[in-house]
């Protein structure tokens, strides 16, 4: 099913994805802000530690990674029609932090 609010990827999809799949989390241990801009925006913090993912509403104080994106621009990721690098080279997306770690977030996005 498309994604069509970062709200619904967040608090369903992404619980639900590691759920179905923990290896979609192993070999990362940290925390990822994700500040989404614009219509439907928010911001989620996602903690991983020890395979266990958990959702901060609001965002973490502490994040390891901090990627901001619009919302329009996030939802056309999630369901593949952003192209990650493409994204990331043309500004739409924003990573700031662990960049080592970063490159760990194939498998969860």
Do not use: S
């Amino acid at each position: 099913m498309a994604i069509t609010e970062p709200k619904d990827w967040f608090e369903k999809e992404l619980p639900e994805k590691v759920k179905d799949d923990p290896t979609t989390v192993e070999g990362f241990d940290g925390v990822l802000v994700f500040q989404i801009t614009g219509d439907n925006a928010g911001t989620w913090g996602v903690e991983i530690r020890d395979n266990v993912l958990t959702i901060h509403d609001g965002g973490h104080e502490k994040p390891d990674i901090q990627v901001t994106m619009k919302a329009g621009d996030f939802v056309n990721f999630i369901n593949g029609k952003l192209n990650p690098q493409m994204a990331f080279m043309t500004g739409k997306l924003k990573v700031k932090g662990n960049m080592q770690l970063a490159m760990k977030l194939n498998k969860l996005l």
